[in-house]
């Protein structure tokens, strides 16, 4: 099983907001990454553990952190952003990173 | 960028080594990992490499099962199997981690691995 949480699938009305979550004890002391893969596509990064959007990626993407669980917000989902999205961060030992499990989102 | 060699088509028990080319930037500066996906599933990340100095760090599960190396001379990292499995079925993938950004932000374009007899 991955050290790190994620519900295997979520909905948003197009227009709406909608969080993504992801949890694992790691948050107590590293930030998590965010990327969004679309089917037959490599996966792209989202928001990073640094707080930084990489260019290109709208600003109705956002994360954060609050105990053991990380958030990727979408504010104002539109269709294009039906995708897996997966959460990244240090492993318990610190010493590398690990995946979560991913997080389908469908835009209704 | 990231380039990834192309797909491949093999036999179990036969060997393969997949490579990730990069340009654009200092490959010495950057952790390179591997990440599998298998057919309808989620991303794993195989484990990692420092081109600098060869550090290498594999996940528990794949520890024993591949080879993960770089070759600073001609920018170039590696993913090697001995031995493959019909479970090595997948796509994988090469990403660059920058510790300044926090994330894997450059990704390859991933290589199919096909292992049927």
């Known amino acids: 099983s991955s050290e790190l949480t994620q519900d295997p699938a979520v909905s948003v009305a197009l227009g709406q907001t909608v969080k993504i979550t992801c949890r694992g004890d790691t948050f107590r002391n590293y930030h998590a990454s965010w990327y969004q893969q679309r089917p037959g596509q490599a996966p792209v990064l989202v928001f990073s553990g640094k707080d930084i959007r990489p260019s290109g990626i709208p600003d109705r993407f956002s994360g954060s952190s609050s105990g053991n669980t990380a958030s990727l917000t979408i504010t104002g989902a539109q269709a294009e952003d039906e995708a897996d999205y997966y959460c990244n961060s240090r492993d318990s030992s610190g010493t590398q990173w690990v995946f979560g499990g991913g997080t389908k989102l469908t835009v209704l | 960028q990231l380039v990834q060699s192309g797909a491949e088509v093999k036999k179990p028990g036969e060997s393969l080594k997949i490579s990730c080319l990069v340009s654009?930037?200092?490959?010495?500066?950057?952790?390179v990992g591997w990440v599998r996906q298998m057919p309808g599933k989620g991303l794993e990340l195989m484990g990692i490499v420092h081109p600098r100095d060869s550090d290498t760090r594999y996940r528990p599960s794949f520890e024993g099962q591949v080879t993960i190396s770089a070759d600073k001379s001609i920018r170039t990292a590696y993913l090697l199997w001995n031995s493959l499995k019909a479970s090595d079925n997948g796509i994988y993938y090469c990403?660059?981690?920058?510790?300044?950004?926090?994330?894997?932000?450059?990704w390859g374009q991933g290589t199919v691995v096909t292992v049927s007899s």
């Open positions: 990403a660059r981690y920058d510790l300044n950004v926090g994330a894997f932000d450059l």
């Open positions: 654009g930037y200092i490959f010495t500066n950057y952790w």
